[in-house]
């Protein structure tokens, strides 16, 4: 499905003029810093549809010539076009507040397309200056970024908006960052007859963890994949623990492995390679190359049977299940006396090995690929 960025014009792509708020000629014409790059980014990186849509009140009067309005906007597009930023469509409407007008933000009448089905709104952006723009998204069912200084919540919550909206920042750079986020996450179900199994991953997170596979030391592990890779990962794994526990880490592994495929994406811009990792006596090592083709190499021996509830012999199992659906080379050594130290530290390595590889470059949009594709 598609998705859309609604952008409000004055106030968010040029600078709206305090005095009247209205930017009716050339002279007043002032770009907010940092809107050409951040877009251009936002047209070349994303699969985001550009939409203005803004309140232009008036136009068409002897208050706001429709050849002002005209000669602003030309401006407007062909500055943009220059810098590589044509827009998929824009939306005016010329009324004024005390006309009632559906079309008028925040009501949703120019928007009827957006509506039809053919629009993920639920993942799509209204970015404006103004709260109509927040109530527009309410509206549309999406989500808003308010274009504004820190510090205005307050206001939402008196608007009962604060739901609505998902960042508050006048930075164009901060919201870019924001959106790139937001575009790099999957969820993944994998049911069979032995096992339940919920993955979601976002991997521009903050480390945030929510583990539950019924094994102690495997949910402690994947914990440290979420916090040393600064993603944030969700596993509820519901398995056949009365059998044993190897269908549970097996088809845990290849659910984060598929999740972690779907949400690299189109690998446009990612580090591709990637981490060595002391802990106490033990040194892991763990190389990784998101190049499209799984492999695994393994050097790790362990001499107890169990770490906590789950079988040494399971470790090598788990990373070759990631490694299988996330088509990813892999290749883990670690050297050491202490087994718990060993193992996390294999861990801890990984995490740091996949947040590496996994890192955008920003406003980077090169495969890093001499063949084309990966």
């Given at each position: 499905?598609?998705?859309?960025?609604?952008?409000?014009?004055?106030?968010?792509?040029?600078?709206?003029?305090?005095?009247?708020?209205?930017?009716?000629?050339?002279?007043?014409?002032?770009?907010?810093?940092?809107?050409?790059?951040?877009?251009?980014?936002?047209?070349?990186?994303?699969?985001?549809?550009?939409?203005?849509?803004?309140?232009?009140?008036?136009?068409?009067?002897?208050?706001?010539?429709?050849?002002?309005?005209?000669?602003?906007?030309?401006?407007?597009?062909?500055?943009?076009?220059?810098?590589?930023?044509?827009?998929?469509?824009?939306?005016?409407?010329?009324?004024?507040?005390?006309?009632?007008?559906?079309?008028?933000?925040?009501?949703?009448?120019?928007?009827?397309?957006?509506?039809?089905?053919?629009?993920?709104?639920?993942?799509?952006?209204?970015?404006?200056?103004?709260?109509?723009?927040?109530?527009?998204?309410?509206?549309?069912?999406?989500?808003?970024?308010?274009?504004?200084?820190?510090?205005?919540?307050?206001?939402?919550?008196?608007?009962?908006?604060?739901?609505?909206?998902?960042?508050?920042?006048?930075?164009?750079?901060?919201?870019?960052?924001?959106?790139?986020?937001?575009?790099?996450?999957?969820?993944?179900?994998?049911?069979?007859?032995?096992?339940?199994?919920?993955?979601?991953?976002?991997?521009?997170?903050?480390?945030?963890?929510?583990?539950?596979?019924?094994?102690?030391?495997?949910?402690?592990?994947?914990?440290?994949?979420?916090?040393?890779?600064?993603?944030?990962?969700?596993?509820?794994?519901?398995?056949?623990?009365?059998?044993?526990?190897?269908?549970?880490?097996?088809?845990?592994?290849?659910?984060?492995?598929?999740?972690?495929?779907?949400?690299?994406?189109?690998?446009?811009?990612?580090?591709?390679?990637?981490?060595?990792?002391?802990?106490?006596?033990?040194?892991?090592?763990?190389?990784?190359?998101l190049g499209g083709r799984p492999w695994i190499v393994w050097n790790a021996e362990f001499s107890r049977e169990k770490i906590g509830d789950m079988p040494t012999e399971m470790f090598f199992h788990f990373f070759k299940s990631v490694s299988d659906a996330a088509k990813m080379n892999l290749n883990i050594s670690v050297s050491g006396d202490n087994e718990h130290h060993k193992i996390e530290g294999i861990f801890k390595a990984f995490a740091r090995a996949l947040r590496q590889a996994?890192?955008?470059?920003?406003?980077?949009?090169?495969?890093?690929?001499?063949?084309?594709?990966?």
């Open positions: 499905m598609k998705r859309a960025l609604f952008i409000d014009r004055d106030g968010t792509l040029i600078v709206e003029p305090p005095e009247d708020f209205q930017v009716d000629s050339l002279e007043k014409l002032e770009f907010v810093p940092g809107v050409f790059r951040t877009l251009h980014a936002l047209r070349t990186l994303t699969d985001f549809e550009l939409v203005i849509v803004s309140n232009q009140d008036g136009l068409g009067t002897d208050a706001y010539p429709r050849e002002s309005y005209e000669k602003v906007q030309e401006k407007i597009e062909t500055a943009f076009k220059n810098e590589g930023v044509v827009f998929d469509a824009i939306h005016i409407d010329p009324s004024l507040p005390q006309d009632g007008s559906p079309d008028r933000k925040p009501g949703t009448g120019m928007l009827g397309e957006y509506m039809s089905g053919e629009y993920d709104l639920k993942r799509s952006f209204v970015i404006g200056d103004r709260l109509t723009d927040i109530e527009l998204a309410r509206n549309l069912g999406a989500r808003g970024i308010l274009f504004a200084p820190a510090g205005q919540a307050e206001a939402l919550e008196q608007h009962d908006l604060q739901d609505h909206c998902a960042l508050i920042s006048n930075n164009w750079d901060a919201i870019y960052r924001y959106l790139r986020g937001q575009l790099r996450t999957a969820t993944v179900e994998r049911k069979t007859g032995e096992t339940d199994v919920k993955v979601t991953l976002a991997l521009d997170g903050t480390g945030r963890s929510e583990i539950s596979t019924g094994l102690g030391f495997f949910d402690h592990m994947l914990e440290q994949i979420a916090r040393h890779g600064q993603m944030d990962l969700e596993v509820r794994t519901r398995g056949d623990l009365h059998v044993d526990e190897h269908h549970t880490i097996e088809d845990t592994g290849l659910a984060f492995g598929e999740a972690l495929l779907k949400a690299i994406g189109d690998k446009r811009g990612i580090g591709r390679y990637g981490f060595v990792l002391p802990m106490d006596e033990a040194l892991a090592q763990v190389a990784i190359d996994t890192a955008v470059a920003d406003n980077s949009s090169e495969l890093p690929s001499t063949k084309g594709t990966l």
